[in-house]
């Protein structure tokens, strides 16, 4: 039996649609709901090209990950593609070559950067090429300008002071921020603990569009605990509407509680042709940091 | 349409019985304990053949030749009055029936139990018989019709603990629920846990699956028509009960004894109780109320006020964060003779449904709120024209307006902003004319046609989009602009209903039917189980009506006596422009919905074998159905036709009771369905940190069948005799044997309890989530 918490769904899901659905899960599962792990008996699929792009306007944040689709109980990673041509191009006609894993480190495998580093910039459009076994997989978005963090505070969270989850990581953090009102953005937030990329909950993605905000943001509590003397960052990207549509879907997926009260369970809409998984994405970058004191 | 009801006059008319001299016998069928008007009561003259039934308000009307016959009025569980009547001229003749448990304070067999299930033309309906449904088990006690329905033949659940029901491969917006006339927009509480239907007040509900009357209209697969009690007008009594999910009042009293009554009942939950102890800041809530007043004025003249309402709840972290839905109707009925021949029911009817959802926050404070209100006039006739033609026609107006979503800060310092979608505006006018026609010894007609004037009007504004279906990039090439009641669109729809009986023998029937339905009010929802967050829309400029046509074929037979009802129904139902959402839509707060929704094609086809034994110590029920249903929609699943999510192929019932003597009283149900089709994984892959499941055919995967055996016992103490406080305890069992009954199947990293990841964050897991073991619960109920 569990009964959920409900306040790490009340944090940074912006999307008020998430949060909405969040809440309904909970409520759903609220009374008396036992789970255990299950066996499911699974046809045989035919796998597929998986890539995981990434351009931002910051030097050396920029990579593409090529690999495959793996078996549902394929305990380790996936298959990675290391023979991929990769290249970039923009809407100037600058063509940017990758190169698989220079550093020959065993992590990077099906990891690609650039040839020489180069960053993208603000109203460019990017174009991926990814080859693989002669079937071209392309994929375009655009860079689009990001508002900038203000500041960044922290504070005790008293529900994590009276009963911590892991002793001593009762901090959370505040974000501060301008949303301008003019113009439509979405956004995309990685939080990092002492540099490593930390969530509150496995699978959530911190991604909003701007439909429901306020030009004032104040006070936002970020989904991250942090101890003293932890090092904080913040990376709000700057997201595509494609970028956005891609996350919101990703997220459902991730979330997804079997089709009874969320949508029915659907691979993602990507910008990705030919029928690879993933997404390319072109990002604006702002980055933020503060010390737990 | 008028060309239609000359027809059906004339046919009527040139009946040949019209030529002798005709008279009129009336009245209103009662309880004779309570005073309570009693729905479907048989009125049969055994020399003519002939016979009619109650209608909705207890009222009777049969048109015979001149002379002196034996009438008999005969009601399930009542003790059947044969009365000689001399019929010279029209007569009113009230009937008062004596409930055979209070008659004579034991369980007897009439000698004669009605066989109105094979005589009457209408098929594919099922009547819940309350005092039934109170001897069989209950989750956590809580009687719930919504349950029982659930369990008929033709339904479909949508799983356990919820209050969602498929009729004959009908969506679950696709089910017109009423009481008293009223729509209900949202039957549950607690997400499903239970019903809006407080088991105390009602006094009869039927379930019309197919042959549906011409009547009702504006949903496709059913009609759950309830009615509650209208209090007792003999005398003073309080009801009650405590519960281990809710507990219940009731007060009901003449105003002026046998002609004005009222009745007020209140429900509400205590599982704050049980989230009390078990230290949670988070409360969960319901309640209920349902009022009546009733006046007969006269023999001619009688008024009705109903009301209900009723809300949920639901705080999270002592009020931080919380969220509530409700219902409330209203009924006011007049039901009025101009004279013998011609019964009018005149009702208003309002019904609300609304929802908010509130964070309470400095920075992250928001509230959001949608509702829709529907206003209703209904003028209804019968005419008893002769012996052979009883003639229904009327008209109903309905108005609507949707409210969608309003999202709102509740703090200065909140991040968000104001936004409210558009309001929705719809005009409904339906006209019906049906008349029930027997022809000879064995046929029996029922034929009517029911015309739908459907219009969405301003004020609105309809967005252009230059491809509709791409939900991605969102183009609005131009805006349409309309004024208050400025006509939008309308969509006219006829939908002729048609039945027919024939006996085949005594006690033995078949019976045919088809008919028509158009639904107007659709609800958006891309899930299995509809929540109540989930919005109503009108048929509009690009939602178009969704129409069902359904064939049934049945054979109805009685055994024993009438002792045991069996059918066998088959039907074949197809529908069009039925709506389902594209991969991934975003169907909350979304002023694009027009681009998510694609409408296509269902079908179903099933066969349904009910046994039925309504008298005796031993009652019960046991059915059996087989089911198919497809989808195919644009867009969806490729394009491909695919299993409805509601699909259960076969479904098993058993429900019994057992009255060991006049102290304990038995209940078991059992019931066994085909696993939910779900959409599984086929793989999956890797996305920065993320392992996303590769998706490929929806509905691919059956989950593993559902069955459960749930038993009660119910103690009337022997105290009670003779005393005025009578109690009664009810003690119930769920889940007799603790089967672990699947709800879902959801997928994840691999975790450990605390929800921690653990190995290298690549392996992925397949969790079942089941939710009710087996679970003892006690309830008290008392009356005096």
Redesign the interface.
């Known amino acids: 039996m569990k009964i959920q918490r409900t306040e790490n769904n009340m944090t940074m899901r912006k999307a008020v649609s998430s949060f909405v659905f969040s809440l309904l899960v909970i409520a759903a599962l609220f009374f008396m709901s036992c789970e255990e792990t299950v066996k499911l008996d699974l046809d045989d699929y035919t796998s597929a090209v998986v890539i995981e792009g990434l351009v931002t306007n910051q030097e050396n944040y920029q990579f593409v990950k090529v690999t495959r689709t793996a078996d549902f109980y394929d305990p380790g990673n996936t298959p990675r593609i290391t023979n991929a041509e990769v290249t970039v191009t923009d809407d100037l006609g600058n063509v940017i070559p990758f190169v698989h894993n220079p550093s020959g480190n065993e992590d990077s495998l099906g990891i690609y950067i650039p040839e020489t580093p180069f960053t993208g910039a603000v109203g460019r459009t990017y174009t991926l090429h990814v080859e693989v076994d002669g079937l071209l997989y392309e994929a375009t978005d655009k860079l689009f300008p990001v508002t900038t963090m203000d500041s960044l505070n922290y504070e005790i969270d008293e529900d994590e002071q009276e009963d911590p989850e892991v002793e001593g990581r009762i901090y959370s953090l505040l974000l501060f921020t301008q949303e301008p009102q003019d113009e439509i953005n979405y956004y995309l937030f990685k939080f990092f603990r002492n540099d490593s990329l930390s969530f509150d909950t496995d699978s959530d993605i911190y991604f909003s569009d701007d439909e429901f905000l306020a030009e004032n943001i104040s006070g936002v509590e970020g989904p991250v605990l942090y101890s003293q003397g932890d090092h904080a960052r913040v990376e709000m990207f700057s997201i595509s509407r494609e970028g956005y549509i891609y996350y919101n879907d990703l997220s459902n997926l991730l979330n997804n509680d079997g089709g009874v009260f969320s949508p029915i369970p659907a691979s993602p809409r990507t910008n990705l042709t030919n029928g690879a998984l993933g997404f390319f994405q072109v990002s604006a970058l702002d980055i933020s940091e503060t010390e737990i004191e | 349409m008028i060309r239609f009801l000359i027809v059906v006059t004339l046919v009527a008319l040139s009946s040949p019985a019209w030529s002798q001299e005709k008279v009129t016998l009336n009245g209103y069928i009662k309880d004779g304990t309570n005073g309570e008007e009693l729905i479907g009561v048989s009125v049969y003259i055994p020399q003519l053949k002939a016979g009619t039934v109650t209608n909705a308000y207890g009222f009777y009307a049969i048109t015979v030749p001149k002379g002196t016959f034996e009438v008999q009025f005969s009601y399930i569980g009542y003790t059947v009055q044969t009365v000689t009547i001399e019929l010279n001229s029209d007569v009113t003749r009230n009937i008062e029936l004596q409930n055979e448990a209070t008659a004579l304070n034991e369980i007897v067999v009439t000698d004669k139990p009605i066989d109105e299930n094979v005589v009457s033309v209408q098929m594919s309906k099922n009547t819940i018989n309350i005092s039934q449904v109170k001897k069989l088990p209950a989750l956590f006690g809580e009687v719930d019709i919504i349950k029982n329905i659930q369990m008929l033949p033709g339904v479909i659940s949508a799983?356990e603990g919820t209050s969602t029901f498929f009729v004959r491969g009908g969506g679950g917006d696709q089910n017109l629920i009423l009481i008293d006339e009223a729509p209900i927009y949202d039957p549950s509480h607690?997400?499903g846990?239970f019903s809006v239907f407080n088991a105390d007040v009602i006094k009869d509900a039927e379930l019309y699956k197919g042959g549906i009357p011409s009547r009702f209209g504006g949903r496709l697969s059913s009609i759950l028509d309830v009615r509650t009690i209208d209090g007792n007008n003999k005398k003073f009594g309080v009801t009650g009960g405590i519960g281990s999910i809710a507990s219940r009042i009731m007060v009901e009293g003449p105003i002026k004894k046998d002609e004005s009554s009222y009745v007020v009942s209140a429900r509400t939950s205590n599982?704050w109780a049980y989230l009390a102890a078990?230290n949670?800041d988070?409360t969960?809530n319901f309640y209920d109320i349902n009022a009546k007043v009733n006046w007969r004025a006269n023999n001619t003249n009688r008024f009705f006020i109903a009301l209900y309402t009723g809300r949920d709840k639901?705080a999270?972290?002592g009020g931080?964060?919380g969220?509530g839905w409700g219902n409330s109707t209203a009924t006011f009925r007049w039901n009025h003779l101009y004279n013998e021949r011609l019964f009018s029911n005149i009702s208003f009817i309002a019904s609300q449904f609304d929802y908010k959802?509130e964070?309470k926050?400095?920075?992250?404070g928001?509230k959001?709120i949608s509702s829709l209100q529907q206003a209703m006039l209904k003028a209804d006739f019968q005419y008893a024209i002769n012996t052979n033609n009883e003639l229904s026609f009327g008209y109903h107006l309905t108005g609507q307006r949707f409210a969608p979503g309003k999202?709102s800060?509740n703090t200065t310092?909140?991040?968000?902003?104001t936004?409210e979608l558009q309001h929705k505006y719809a005009l409904d006018h339906s006209f019906y004319v049906n008349n029930q026609q027997r022809v000879g010894e064995k046929l029996l007609f029922d034929y009517g046609v029911r015309l739908s004037v459907f219009q969405n009007i301003g004020p609105g504004d309809v967005y252009i989009y230059n491809d509709r279906t791409d939900n991605?990039?969102i183009v609005h090439e131009d805006t349409l602009n309309y004024n208050n009641f400025e006509n939008i669109k309308t969509y006219v729809n006829l939908e002729p209903r048609v039945s027919m009986r024939y006996t085949l023998a005594e006690g033995q029937s078949l019976k045919l039917s088809y008919n028509r339905m158009v639904q107007n009010t659709h609800l958006m929802t891309?899930?299995?189980?509809p929540?109540p967050?989930n919005t109503w829309s009108p048929s509009d400029y690009y939602l178009k009506p969704q129409i069902a046509d359904q064939v049934a074929a049945g054979y109805f037979r009685n055994f024993h006596n009438n002792m045991f009802e069996a059918s066998i129904e088959a039907y074949y139902k197809d529908l069009n422009n039925v709506t389902d959402?594209a991969?991934?839509?975003?169907?909350?707060?979304n002023e694009d919905l027009a681009t998510e929704y694609r409408q296509g094609d269902s079908w179903s086809y099933g066969a349904e074998l009910m046994i039925n034994k309504k008298e005796g110590r031993l009652m019960g029920m046991l059915s059996y159905t087989w089911s198919k249903t497809m989808r195919k929609i644009p867009e969806v699943n490729q394009g491909e036709a695919f299993i409805a999510?509601y699909d259960r192929r076969n479904v098993a019932n058993i429900q019994a009771s057992y009255d060991l003597n006049s102290k304990w009283t038995f209940g078991a149900t059992f019931t066994y369905s085909t696993g939910r089709p779900?959409?599984?994984?086929?793989?999956?892959?890797?996305?920065?940190?993320?392992n996303?499941?590769?998706?490929?055919e929806?509905?691919?995967?059956v989950m593993p069948a559902f069955h459960r055996m749930d038993l009660s016992a119910t103690l009337n103490p022997r105290k009670n005799e003779g005393r005025r406080w009578k109690g009664q305890w009810v003690f119930a069992i769920y889940n007799v044997y603790n089967r672990?009954n699947p709800?879902?199947?959801?997928?994840?990293?691999v975790?450990d309890e605390?929800?921690n990841?653990i190995?290298?964050?690549?392996?992925?897991?397949?969790?079942?989530?089941?939710?009710?073991?087996v679970m003892p619960s006690v309830t008290y109920n008392f009356k005096f």
């Open positions: 799983g607690l997400f846990l599982i078990a949670t988070n969960a639901i999270f972290d931080d964060a969220f959802l964070v926050d400095p920075a992250l928001i959001w999202v800060p310092s909140s991040i968000f902003s936004l991605v990039n891309a899930a299995t189980v929540v967050f959402f991969d991934n839509a975003q169907v909350f707060f999510n779900m959409t599984v994984p086929a793989g999956k892959y890797e996305y920065g940190s993320y996303p499941d590769v998706i490929t929806r509905n691919g995967y672990k709800f879902t199947i959801y997928t994840r990293t975790q605390d929800g990841v190995g290298n964050g690549r392996q992925k897991e397949a969790r079942l989530v089941y939710l009710f073991p």
